[in-house]
Nanobody
Framework: QVQLVESGGGLVQAGGSLRVSCAAS????????MSWFRQAPGKKREFVAA????????KYTDSVQGRFTISRDNAKNTVTLQMNSLKPEDTAVYYC?????????????????WGQGTQVTVSS
């Protein structure tokens, strides 16, 4: 069983930056592929970014490419999403997710563990 706890987020003006982090309670954190998803009101949960066991392999949805950066610290069992040049359409609840496997999936159903979510609001 893996518990994921997000932190960070909040309210920021368009063009600003925020950082959300996720702490995982597992001895085998390095084995998990970690991802961030988000869900805006009335919309489906969508993939944002993923990182495999090392910082080398990352994946982003097109709308955040070049603005968001995902990273992980396997020694601290944490994964972080640095969000720059934020836009109002980035407003959503951001969720951390974990899965065992060889590649980063973009489908929520492929993930075994989820955090409770943290709100990110970008004002125009």
């Amino acid at each position: 069983q893996v518990q994921l706890v997000e932190s960070g987020g909040g309210l920021v003006q368009a063009g600003g930056s925020l950082r959300v982090s996720c702490a995982a309670s597992t001895r085998n954190f390095g084995r998990y592929i970690m991802s961030w998803f988000r869900q805006a009101p009335g919309k489906k949960r969508e993939f944002v970014a993923a990182i495999t066991w090392t910082d080398v392999d990352t994946k982003y949805t097109d709308s955040v490419q070049g603005r968001f950066t995902i990273s992980r610290d396997n020694a601290k069992n944490t994964v972080t999403l640095q969000m720059n040049s934020l836009k109002p359409e980035d407003t959503a609840v951001y969720y951390c997710a974990a899965r065992l496997g060889l590649d980063a999936k973009e489908v929520p159903g492929e993930y075994d563990y989820w955090g409770q979510g943290t709100q990110v609001t970008v004002s125009s």
